[in-house]
């Protein structure tokens, strides 16, 4: 029994992200199967590792996460000693609701939830689990509310999906998680695709980067069984982030040459199908077309301290971008220690001088990022890895870093570029898909 809340997010089309109550999903289905096989029970899944060994609770713990002073901020703020001091008196509480018989991990209906030690980033789950009439349960996914699990007939009165299986049956999730970005299939049926998973905590800040897997229980008892998790690594988190609603985007380089290009090209060169900068060279290389309103979707790998930007709504020639232009959107490794201290309008992913973007969402120095750009009027939004880091409204920014006019934040066309700063920033995949033409 499964429901999804869904209320809807001002706008700026194509977009529509997605708020919960009991929050939800989103998903991936374009870029990854939907028809991976249930496991047989006590057989772990290649590449896969068991939450669950089937007769203890090795490897949780309890955690009242709804009661005072115990959200994930709150117990950010504690000392070790504290938050252990806090575990203990949650697992003790959970262990009077939860046991492991036969195989299968079992809540009476009451109880602190159930949390896994470690926390996870991008994965792919796998659980199953069944349920009696009137139950409310779910799956928390970073710490945060939820894949939900509830009684969809008459007397529960919650949504159906039209996939959950009678009482007394076992249901199988395949949840996929992939930044902001959540996917479920319930009983291999796609029910939840790339939605938004919003930070419950803190609605003003990006869903967090890491966080554990909990269990929700309360009104009925739960089993839960074959219960797996893995990693999912940045390559494939890329691809999916990339093949999802892909049609409509159009390259905009070949991997081969600077061909559609424009501007001081011999200061870049094309390195296994990336253009990057040269060192201790830079300039603006753009796009030959303009654009209006449009996404763009690209990777891209920084070196130590790296330092680069995207131009966008460029006017091309050699005027500065990140002033003449809509903006630059930073590419900046601000984990280096020289930028410790910059403007927090200079950090990576912001809109460079105007809008300060969340940081902490950069992959390690050399992975691929991949991100995700929409100009629309005078908003833009950037997604960092699956998860927004910058939503603004240049129109309505007054106030500028070193109190520098930024003339070309309003301007309705221009190319797309590199802003090189003499770092050999690299970018690929450059793909761009224009809006309302």
Known sequence: MIAVFRVPFPPVPPMTPVRPLAFLLAALAAALPADRPAPAADTTPAGFAPLFNGKDLA?????????KGAS??????????????KDAAWTADAKKHWTAEAGELVNDGGGAYLATDKEYGDIELLVEYK?????????????TPQVQIWDTTKAGGKWDRHADKPFGEWNRFRILQIGERTTVFLNDKLVVDHARMENYWKRELPLRKTGAILLQTHGGEIRWRNVFVRDIPAAEANAALRKHAAAGFEAVFNGKDFTGWEGPVDNYEVVEGAIACKPKKGG?????????????????????GGNNGLALRYPGGATHAATQGMCELQIL?????????????????????????????????????????????????????????????????????????????????????????????????????????
């Open 59 to 67: 490897g949780w713990h309890g955690w009242a996460v709804h009661a």
């Open 72 to 85: 994930p901020y709150d117990l950010d703020a504690l000392t070790p000693e504290e938050k252990a001091e």
């Open 131 to 143: 349920t009696v009439a009137k139950a409310d349960s779910g799956i928390y996914l970073r710490a």
């Open 284 to 304: 603006n290389v753009y796009t030959k077309d303009e654009y209006g309103d449009f996404t763009a979707r690209l990777e891209y790998r920084l070196p130590p």
């Open 333 to 437: 490794d601000d984990t280096a220690a020289k930028y410790a201290k910059l403007d927090p309008r200079q950090f990576n992913g912001s809109a460079y001088g105007m809008a300060a973007a969340h940081r902490g969402y950069l992959r390690p120095v050399g992975e691929w990022n991949f991100l995700e750009v929409t100009a629309k009027g005078s908003t833009l939004r950037a997604e960092l890895n699956g998860t927004r880091v910058l939503d603004a409204d240049l129109g309505k920014v007054t106030e500028f870093k070193d109190k520098q006019a930024h003339p070309g934040k309003d301007r309705p066309r221009g190319h797309f570029g590199f802003a090189g700063h003499n770092d050999p920033v690299a970018f690929r995949n450059i793909e761009i898909k224009k809006l309302g033409e």
